[in-house]
């Protein structure tokens, strides 16, 4: 009810469809716990994670699964903010800097899908943003590029051989 939906670049409203869940179905993460590469015990060699290194930070795997029921990760990395982003219905992971328009975002799911892919949201102005480009889509922040920032996806094992004193996210409360 707080986006302003006057504020658009779609051109119908055909272009957004329900995924399921509703808004904050699938709980975005913050401030997500880490542990050390070499504490990690649980993954195996050959899991996906979700590599994210930022200038002199710590390297950092957010593994994907715990990103196939969370989605989006907000994290600061080296100082920098980051939602680090998951889709699992079209497999896109992509992280971006949670600074825009002069302030630091904080993102979840919106529960809409557009060409397929998750619509995430701010909570500080309700935007609705493309996954996929990270731009925002609807509300007061349409037309706004969030920037990208160099991610990728490996294997656990590359990533840990890599960075023996990395870091990894640890399983999220309460997740089974």
Same mark, same amino acid.
Not at 56 to 78: C, F, Q, S
């Given at each position: 009810p707080n986006t302003d939906f006057d504020k658009r670049s779609i051109d119908s409203w055909t272009e957004i469809l329900s995924g399921g869940p509703p808004k904050d179905g699938i709980p975005a993460l913050s401030d997500p716990e880490m542990r050390r590469t070499g504490d990690e015990t649980r993954l195996e060699d050959r899991e996906p994670v979700i590599t994210v290194e930022i /200038? /002199? %930070?710590?390297? &950092? %795997? *957010? @593994? !994907?699964? *715990? $990103?196939?029921?969370?989605? !989006?990760?907000? =994290?600061?990395? /080296?100082?920098?903010?980051? %939602?680090v982003t998951f889709c699992p219905l079209c497999n896109s992971a992509l992280t971006f800097d949670r600074r825009a328009a002069g302030q630091v975002l904080s993102f979840g799911v919106s529960g809409k899908l557009r060409n397929s892919d998750? !619509?995430? *949201? =701010?909570r500080e102005t309700q935007s609705w943003w493309q996954q996929a480009v990270g731009e925002a889509i609807v509300g007061d922040l349409t037309g706004t590029e969030l920037q990208t920032l160099p991610s990728w996806?490996?294997?656990? %094992?590359?990533?840990? =051989? &890599?960075? @023996? /004193?990395? $870091?990894v996210m640890d399983r999220p409360e309460g997740h089974n």
């Open positions: /200038g /002199g %930070a710590e390297p &950092r %795997a *957010y @593994p !994907i699964r *715990y $990103l196939t029921w969370h989605e !989006i990760v907000n =994290d600061t990395v /080296g100082g920098v903010p980051v %939602a998750m !619509i995430m *949201y =701010d996806m490996e294997s656990w %094992a590359e990533f840990r =051989d &890599r960075n @023996p /004193g990395g $870091l």
